[in-house]
């Protein structure tokens, strides 16, 4: 049972968890997930919300890409800033030019019928409410590499993760 009240998470425990849950359906199409993850990389936040934006980005980058490819993730912590970035790049299929600033509206999807255009959303409000930002890069060139870099940052602190 987790806690409703803000605790220390290590986030790169958490992501590798998410990671974990996606494991089988990525290895069915042959996604290889490759990691850095830099240690004291902490925020405090409701485990489920942190789980949930992560498993958000981990499910859109395994949809976009059908054919296998490779997922890459960044966990550090900028101390400069005092924040913990996270970036998860894929090297699926693009956001296409015309729908990328739609992509945090509500029940906006591209995943007809199965999505529910809630998940960048929902993703964007949890990130907010702890002062974080999400972002996106992309490219869906034909022709080109293609693929879909999201980072979120949020606001770093010290302690001991949480049970993830």
């Given at each position: ?10 986030m ?40 949930q ?36 790049a ?40 702890y ?34």
């Amino acid at each position: 049972r987790e806690t409703s009240n803000p605790v220390p998470i290590d986030m790169g425990a958490m992501l590798e968890s998410v990671f974990h849950l996606h494991r089988s359906t990525m290895e069915q199409k042959s996604i290889r997930v490759l990691s850095r993850v830099q240690a004291s990389a902490y925020i405090n936040g409701r485990p489920g919300e942190i789980r949930q934006v992560f498993n958000n980005l981990v499910t859109n980058a395994v949809d976009a890409m059908p054919r296998g490819g490779e997922l890459t993730a960044h966990v550090s912590r900028l101390h400069h800033s005092r924040l913990v970035c996270v970036s998860l790049a894929d090297t699926g299929t693009g956001v296409p030019k015309g729908i990328r600033e739609r992509i945090f509206e509500p029940f906006f999807t591209t995943k007809q019928p199965r999505g529910t255009g809630l998940g960048l959303w929902i993703s964007q409000g949890i990130l907010r409410k702890y002062s974080g930002t999400i972002r996106m890069r992309t490219r869906a060139t034909p022709g080109c590499s293609t693929g879909t870099v999201f980072r979120i940052c949020l606001p770093s602190s010290e302690g001991r993760p949480a049970n993830v």
